[in-house]
């Protein structure tokens, strides 16, 4: 047996929709109900022919299309209004729109919101309403930042944990969209560090700082933030590290490997320096060795 | 007379029932409705009207049994809506419907979603077409969603066959449904499991064929304040090197992430973290900075001790 269902929906919200605009066109109407305007006709012969019991000349639905092509509903019986919605198309709507409310873009979070307690409402169901979770993994702060970035142009320095090696960096990107695939929320963005345009799981992005406007032009890539540098001396077994995190002018050498580091945040590098477990020792400047023996000594002295 | 066509019939039945001023009697359809067969027997016909409401019950088509005071069924209609209020949205409001309802395109509620667009752009107007940033699109899987959301929503048992990550086969499941989560790019269902009396959260990907949404009540509801969220996030593989730690107010970013995501960044915490090895640990301990401590075990608060002892000797801490 053949399934009546999408097509029976479509006659019902037919009626309705063709009674709201008089004397719209076959080929407009099929478009609209995404068929074709054969399967359009077809639909209207099936919907004449239907009717109340008795199927009395005043008893059938009266749609007149056959003179110009334009769509006139006579009488539409008792579907002049659609029926309510039912549970299925409010919960579509509520897992897309709660996924929406998730993801940073041009939205209108207040009303988003507005919009999902209202469809919660008319669900009729707290139990339904509580029991559907919609976890994108995001943290609203994330959202919050990357929303304003992408509103007023402007970078972002994100920490970010990388699937592949569990590294965590710090990049300055220039967002410019967000996507999603198989449930999951990607930010695709110009990244400083590696000049050119990566894609980022939002969900992997541990926090989000709005950095500085982009210049117009250059495909919104702006103007590269200034850096600083540190010179580290790195012990070898640690030299997994190189991959890792942005190292340059690496000298490998027998017991120790040197190299300079670049850095944005200064809190990044002394985070980094004490994740290094000891196995990371910065040589320079002496101002970087003193707020990291100091950040050092303020953890441990939490231990004593 | 001709074969009616079978959407035909049900339209017809929709017409005969909708907005019928008294409940109309299964006899009644029987001889108004075209599409039954006159000449059938009594079990057809009965056979027939009660797949045609099926159907149409599970389109969403409220058709209510009206019974009389003894119990007997006296017949069927399906209400007007009132008013059409709960179709009526603003423009804005129109936009984040289609919005919404777009994105579902291809995947496995894309006919609900659709249907539920046209039912409001009925009322509503014609939805303007988005050029936004940030659309969002489903997966396509997971054929089980829509039942389940069905269980859910009537508060009735489901049963289907089910095969962990480590069965070796599948395994009939009887379970009350407690909620539908999405996290990480897949569906599960959280439930009490009849059979092994305790909760269990299933991932919809390895259910075998179809689920059966039973006409049974909920054995054990679903615990008051109970965290979907948190219990889903928090099924991953357990890491073999753990540690508690003290988590202060506004610190440790990244732990709070990973293994305490629902508490507020505000809170002081005391949780227990796990990695992959002790290595790890003391890394994300250290890298932590102030405001978190590790309590437990020794080992672990040692090896971070001298990890820190070292770093500030190394930076010329106290020459």
């Given at each position: 047996m053949t399934t009546s269902g999408p097509r029976l929906a479509r006659l019902m919200t037919m009626v309705p929709w063709l009674l709201a605009h008089d004397g719209v066109t076959i080929e407009a109407t099929a478009e609209h109900f995404g068929i074709s305007t054969e399967q359009c006709e077809k639909d209207l012969w099936l919907l004449v022919v239907c009717g109340l019991p008795g199927h009395?000349?005043?008893?059938?639905?009266?749609?007149?299309?056959?003179?110009?092509?334009?769509?006139?509903?006579?009488?539409?019986?008792?579907?002049?209004?659609?029926?309510?919605?039912?549970?299925?198309?409010?919960?579509?709507?509520?897992?897309?729109?709660?996924?929406?409310?998730?993801?940073?873009?041009?939205?209108?979070?207040?009303?988003?919101?507005?919009l999902i307690e209202r469809l919660e409402r008319s669900l009729g169901s707290t139990d339904a309403a509580e029991g559907l979770v919609i976890d994108s993994g995001v943290a609203s702060a994330v959202t919050e930042v990357i929303d304003l970035a992408l509103a007023q142009r402007r970078a972002v320095v994100l920490v970010y944990a990388a699937a592949s090696d569990d590294a965590v960096t710090e990049r300055t990107v220039h967002p410019m969209t967000v996507f999603t695939a198989d449930g999951r929320l990607y930010l695709e963005a110009y990244c400083e560090r590696a000049e050119a345009i990566r894609t980022f799981r939002l969900d992997r992005i541990l926090s989000a700082v709005l950095g500085s406007p982009l210049g117009e032009g250059s495909a919104g890539h702006g103007e590269p933030t200034p850096r600083a540098v540190a010179h580290v001396a790195l012990a070898p077994e640690a030299r997994w590290a190189l991959d890792i995190h942005p190292f340059d002018a690496v000298v490998i050498g027998d017991s120790v490997i040197t190299a300079t580091l670049e850095y944005q945040s200064e809190e990044w590098l002394t985070r980094t320096v004490l994740a290094m477990a000891g196995a990371l020792e910065v040589t320079g400047p002496p101002e970087v060795r003193t707020r990291v023996a100091d950040a050092a000594t303020a953890v441990l002295a939490a231990y004593s | 007379m001709a074969r009616v066509d079978r959407t035909e019939r049900l339209l017809n039945v929709v017409f005969c029932l909708l907005g019928a001023a008294r409940p109309v009697s299964r006899a009644q359809i029987r001889g108004n409705v075209v599409g039954y067969d006159p000449d059938a027997s009594d079990s057809a016909f009965e056979r027939m009207f009660e797949r045609d409401k099926d159907e149409l019950r599970g389109m969403g088509i409220p058709i209510e049994t009206v019974t009389d005071v003894h119990g007997e069924v006296e017949g069927y209609l399906i209400r007007r809506p009132a008013s059409v209020e709960e179709l009526t949205f603003s423009a804005q409001e129109l936009a984040l419907v289609a919005l919404a309802a777009a994105s579902w395109s291809e995947a496995v509620l894309e006919a609900?979603?659709?249907?539920?667009?046209?039912?409001?752009?009925?009322?509503?107007?014609?939805?303007?077409?988005?050029?936004?940033?940030?659309?969002?699109?489903?997966?396509?899987?997971?054929?089980?969603?829509?039942?389940?959301?069905?269980?859910?929503?009537?508060?009735?048992?489901?049963?289907?066959?089910?095969?962990?990550?480590?069965?070796?086969?599948?395994?009939?499941?009887?379970?009350?449904?407690?909620?539908?989560?999405?996290?990480?790019?897949?569906?599960?269902?959280?439930?009490?499991?009849?059979?092994?009396?305790d909760r269990r959260t299933f991932r919809l990907s390895r259910i075998i064929g179809s689920v059966t949404v039973t006409a049974r009540e909920l054995e054990q509801p679903c615990p008051p304040e109970l965290?979907?969220?948190?219990?889903?996030?928090?099924?991953?593989?357990?890491?073999?090197?753990?540690?508690?730690?003290?988590?202060?107010?506004?610190?440790?970013?990244?732990?709070?992430?990973?293994?305490?995501?629902?508490?507020?960044?505000?809170?002081?915490?005391?949780?227990?973290?796990?990695?992959?090895?002790?290595?790890?640990?003391?890394s994300q301990i250290c890298g932590a900075g102030t405001g978190v401590l590790v309590l437990d075990p020794p080992a672990i608060v040692s090896r971070v001790r001298d990890a820190l002892t070292s770093i500030a000797t190394a930076h010329g801490s106290g020459s």
């Open positions: 009395g000349p005043d008893q059938l639905v009266d749609i007149q299309f056959w003179d110009d092509g334009r769509i006139h509903v006579l009488d539409p019986q008792t579907l002049d209004r659609p029926l309510h919605l039912s549970g299925d198309e409010i919960m579509a709507l509520l897992i897309a729109l709660r996924l929406l409310v998730q993801v940073p873009g041009q939205h209108d979070r207040t009303a988003l919101h507005q | 609900p979603a659709r249907t539920a667009l046209l039912k409001i752009e009925a009322v509503s107007g014609d939805a303007p077409v988005l050029e936004s940033v940030g659309a969002v699109r489903m997966s396509a899987a997971e054929a089980a969603l829509l039942p389940l959301l069905g269980a859910l929503r009537e508060q009735h048992m489901v049963s289907f066959d089910y095969r962990g990550a480590h069965d070796p086969q599948a395994n009939r499941r009887q379970v009350d449904p407690w909620g539908v989560v999405s996290h990480d790019g897949h569906w599960y269902l959280v439930g009490h499991d009849r059979d092994r009396e965290d979907l969220r948190a219990i889903v996030r928090t099924m991953d593989p357990e890491h073999p090197a753990r540690a508690r730690v003290r988590i202060a107010a506004g610190h440790g970013a990244g732990l709070r992430q990973a293994h305490a995501p629902t508490a507020g960044p505000f809170d002081d915490l005391e949780l227990e973290i796990s990695a992959v090895s002790d290595e790890v640990l003391v």
